[in-house]
């Protein structure tokens, strides 16, 4: 088969499309045909040698990746919730190495869900660590709740439009931040609000924020407490809630904590029962090529893009 091996950190031209052995699926494995699997800014950071790199250059080779899409062909003996030609999607071993930027990849089953027979794969593919990421905060870690009024940074982004519309699917109030470009996309996912980042500090015109969903590191953890009331929760995914973040907000009666998703499963099928009520959708943005693997990093890293970034494989 054929995968993107990452043999030095670099840029995107250091991931060369070589051939390489097909993976075989342990006993409680699934090995997937992927159709279609998505890029995230941990992956361009990854392949510069930062984030997970050092991790995953202990089990060489190093092939980047966690979110697929695609059929299943073959299952390990102890499998028991798909079969061969089973549709599925999600995302695989992450914070681990999950080998996506292959044709094949071995997936535990309890990390991937059905996927739906409405959502097409390169959809599928963009609805995984973002959309995790987004229930994983706002459900397990916030415990979002009708009525409250949540703040998203970044909202347009790959994270922050599903959080958007995950928050919503909660009956919570939702203030977005984004470029003035972006407030119609915004709408249309049901923001209610849309705050230009250019124009205003989000702490001179938001208050009484109940969980505040920070994407964008320490400088902005620390700037939106003070958009939070009296118990509230800031919970950031870049690690902003340093030490001196949490005990300013704990003075002001605030948590304030980080979070890195996990791959599971059954986090999967409740994003696949949304998708497939038109509850939850994936906005992609850019589709490219397996060939073109590069030019989707580079489309990443300008930080501008809308949505998700996928990659067509078969």
């Known amino acids: 088969m054929k995968a993107y091996i990452l043999h030095e950190p670099g840029g995107p031209d250091k991931l060369q499309l070589e051939e390489t052995d097909r993976p075989k ?74 080998k996506a930027y292959a044709e094949y990849v071995a997936a535990p089953e309890a990390h991937l869900a059905h996927k739906p027979a409405n959502v097409p794969h390169h959809e599928a593919a963009a609805a995984t660590l973002a959309a995790l990421t987004a229930w994983q905060v706002l459900v397990h870690e916030a415990g979002i709740q009708p009525g409250q009024r949540v703040l998203i940074h970044a909202a347009a982004g790959g994270v922050g439009h599903f959080a958007v519309q995950i928050a919503k699917y909660f009956g919570a109030s939702v203030i977005g931040t984004a470029s ?62 340093k030490e001196q973040v949490q005990a300013l907000a704990k003075e002001r009666n605030i948590e304030a904590k980080n979070y890195l998703v996990h791959s599971s499963g059954e986090d999967m099928a409740k994003i696949a029962d949304l998708m497939s009520q038109g509850r939850l959708q994936a906005h992609v943005s850019h589709v490219y090529d397996f060939a073109d693997m590069a030019r989707a990093h580079q489309q990443l890293e300008t930080r501008k893009t809308r949505g998700k970034v996928v990659v067509h494989v078969s």
Do not use: C
């Open 25 to 98: 699926p342990d006993k409680n494995e699934v090995l997937v045909k992927v159709r279609a699997l998505s890029i995230n800014p941990v992956d361009t950071k990854t392949r510069e040698g930062k984030s997970l790199y050092d991790k995953l250059k202990e089990t060489p080779p190093v092939i980047l990746g966690w979110d697929i899409s695609g059929e299943v062909v073959e299952v390990g003996e102890e499998v028991q919730y798909f079969k061969p030609g089973d549709e599925v999607f999600g995302m695989v071993n992450f914070p681990g190495h999950g």
């Open 180 to 241: 003035a470009e972006n407030h119609d996309f915004l709408r249309n996912m049901g923001a209610d609000e849309q705050i230009d980042y250019h124009d205003f500090k989000v702490e001179d015109v938001v208050m009484d924020i109940d969980i505040v969903f920070d994407s964008l590191g320490e400088e902005n953890t620390r700037r939106s407490l003070q958009t939070l009331k009296d118990g509230g929760k800031i919970i950031s995914i870049l690690g902003g809630a």
